[in-house]
């Protein structure tokens, strides 16, 4: 049970909360009762049960997502994560709506399409790339609105695009990242992914370019707004961490190990967590 509940790997939620906090933020009236239903289901469910699906079939001995040494893994495991699964189709039928039903059914499928032996899209690494960051950002965020407000007229959700954009702009810099020190234990399953395609000093190239697109699109969203100013404040201590270790790793490839990739997720998840917080308590 333990070795499950690690493989859960429920902190990793924490570094998808943002895209939670930030579409409520957004979002012009929120129906509290279904906000906290999509928290838990999302946060609680969906993505540990991702989580414990892809350690199923990776079956890692070495580092990965925020697991320095993963314990062996169980047939319990994929069992766990199908129930899991089912648990927050029902409860999100239950509770919230049909429409997020069907987000949380085909991101479930996808997710495991990621790791499955006769599908595995993590061999191919543009369209995993791809996949990964639109389902788990511009997607998620436009289910979480979706699901919170579902009164918001069309005119209010086409808006909303932008900053759904955002956020897979976002992952499409921080996915590869965190695969940046695992290119031995990737090569070891044949598996060539988006970091290792793009090579360790490429995997930073590529952050810089979707992280100054990010940056583009705060600016067109917000526009010079007291908002746009709290999220340079906020957002000031990660790009300080991610310009020295990139500096860091010019000197010496390296410094792209595990755990400094454990601290830019950590920096980066609590800036945008208390940033996307502070913007979600300023609309009252």
């Given at each position: 049970?333990?070795?499950?509940?690690?493989?859960?790997?429920?902190?990793?939620?924490f570094l998808l909360l943002p895209i939670f906090?930030?579409?409520?933020?957004?979002?012009?009236?929120?129906?509290?009762?279904?906000?906290?239903?999509?928290?838990?289901?999302?946060?609680?469910?969906?993505?540990?049960?991702?989580?414990?699906?892809?350690?199923?079939?990776?079956?890692?001995?070495?580092?990965?997502?925020?697991?320095?040494?993963?314990?062996?893994?169980?047939?319990?495991?994929?069992?766990?994560?199908?129930?899991?699964?089912?648990?927050?189709?029902?409860?999100?039928?239950?509770?919230?709506?049909?429409?997020?039903?069907?987000?949380?059914?085909?991101?479930?499928?996808?997710?495991?399409?990621?790791?499955?032996?006769?599908?595995?899209?993590?061999?191919?690494?543009?369209?995993?790339?791809?996949v990964v960051t639109t389902f788990q950002g511009?997607?998620?965020?436009?289910?979480?609105?979706?699901?919170?407000?579902?009164?918001?007229?069309?005119?209010?959700?086409?808006?909303?695009?932008?900053?759904?954009?955002?956020?897979?702009?976002?992952?499409?810099?921080?996915?590869?990242?965190?695969?940046?020190?695992?290119?031995?234990?990737?090569?070891?399953?044949?598996?060539?992914?988006?970091?290792?395609?793009?090579?360790?000093?490429?995997?930073?190239?590529?952050?810089?370019?979707?992280?100054?697109?990010?940056?583009?699109?705060?600016l067109y969203y917000f526009g010079f707004t007291?908002?746009?100013?709290?999220?340079?404040?906020?957002?000031?201590?990660?790009?300080?961490?991610?310009?020295?270790?990139?500096?860091?790793?010019?000197?010496?490839?390296?410094?792209?190990?595990?755990?400094?990739?454990?601290?830019?997720?950590?920096?980066?998840?609590?800036?945008?967590?208390?940033?996307?917080?502070?913007?979600?308590?300023?609309?009252?």
């Amino acid at each position: 049970m333990k070795n499950i509940v690690i493989h859960l790997r429920l902190p990793f939620s924490f570094l998808l909360l943002p895209i939670f906090l930030f579409a409520l933020s957004q979002a012009p009236q929120i129906n509290v009762a279904k906000a906290w239903w999509v928290f838990f289901i999302l946060h609680f469910l969906l993505f540990p049960a991702s989580n414990a699906y892809n350690s199923y079939y990776d079956k890692d001995e070495g580092s990965i997502g925020l697991l320095e040494t993963p314990p062996p893994v169980t047939k319990e495991l994929w069992y766990v994560a199908w129930a899991m699964d089912l648990v927050g189709l029902i409860l999100g039928y239950l509770f919230v709506n049909i429409e997020f039903v069907v987000y949380l059914l085909v991101y479930g499928l996808v997710s495991k399409a990621y790791s499955h032996p006769m599908i595995r899209l993590k061999k191919y690494p543009i369209l995993s790339w791809i996949v990964v960051t639109t389902f788990q950002g511009a997607l998620t965020y436009v289910a979480v609105f979706r699901a919170v407000a579902p009164q918001a007229t069309f005119s209010e959700l086409i808006p909303q695009l932008v900053p759904a954009l955002i956020c897979t702009s976002n992952l499409l810099a921080i996915y590869p990242l965190t695969q940046i020190y695992q290119h031995e234990e990737d090569a070891k399953r044949g598996d060539m992914t988006m970091s290792r395609l793009l090579g360790i000093k490429g995997t930073f190239m590529n952050a810089c370019f979707w992280l100054g697109l990010s940056g583009g699109g705060f600016l067109y969203y917000f526009g010079f707004t007291a908002h746009l100013l709290l999220l340079i404040i906020l957002l000031g201590p990660l790009l300080l961490f991610f310009g020295r270790w990139m500096w860091n790793v010019w000197e010496d490839e390296r410094q792209a190990n595990f755990k400094n990739t454990m601290y830019l997720n950590l920096i980066a998840a609590v800036c945008l967590n208390i940033c996307f917080g502070v913007l979600l308590f300023w609309k009252f």
